[in-house]
């Protein structure tokens, strides 16, 4: 006897998040499977409140749309087959033109214009290109790795990818105009 093997949809994945058992584990689906997320550790906490806290105040100051942090859930594929994909973005940023009104309490539609992914050491390099493939189909024009043990930020777009380190700026192109940060700054904590 063949058993077919069930995949979650995004819609059954938030059912299934609401139970008292899921209350304090973090769970991403990919292509319809639940893969659980382990904690990050206080470097991955520090890096990630720089930079997320340089990128509010620069968003807020221009009215440009919000910064999401937390692991905000993304539904970045729809399969016919059921693999759906939502994922946790470390940081988010979505523009006013793609997202107004009320926050949903739901995972978001939409991709964000740039996601932030800040590298921890339980990280697998598979996963991470596979999320930055997820990503920019989706729709996201930016996104940056942020690796704190190597101190340097991958910049990746749908022209390709570029790696910045201690003497760089970090710029938000196009996505946020006039954003910058220096590298060494983000990771002053770590």
């Not at 994945?13 to 550790?41: F, H, K, S, T």
């Not at 729809?78 to 926050?103: H, M, N, Q, Y």
């Not at 921890?120 to 997820?134: H, T, V, Y």
């Not at 570029?162 to 954003?179: A, C, M, N, Q, R």
Request: aromatic letters at 6%; one cysteine or more.
């Amino acid at each position: 006897m063949i058993v077919e093997k069930q995949f979650i949809s995004a819609e059954d994945y938030w059912e299934i998040m609401q139970q008292p058992e899921y209350a304090d584990r973090m769970v991403e689906l990919v292509e319809g499977e639940l893969i659980d997320m382990p904690l990050p550790n206080p470097i991955h906490a520090a890096v990630l409140c720089t930079v997320s806290a340089a990128m509010f105040i620069h968003v807020q100051e221009r009215k440009l749309g919000r910064v999401l942090g937390g692991d905000a859930p993304f539904v970045l594929e729809r399969s016919p087959e059921g693999k759906d994909t939502l994922r946790g973005i470390d940081i988010a940023f979505v523009s006013t033109e793609r997202l107004s009104g009320r926050l949903p309490r739901k995972p978001l539609t939409v991709a964000p214009e740039l996601a932030v992914e800040v590298i921890s050491p339980s990280n697998k390099a598979e996963d991470i290109e596979k999320k930055i493939q997820q990503l920019l189909k989706a729709g996201t024009a930016l996104i940056w790795i942020v690796y704190p043990d190597l101190q340097s930020v991958a910049v990746h777009t749908a022209y390709g990818s570029v790696t910045l380190s201690e003497p760089d700026i970090l710029t938000g192109g196009e996505i946020l105009p006039d954003f910058a940060i220096p590298v060494h700054e983000i990771f002053a904590d770590a």
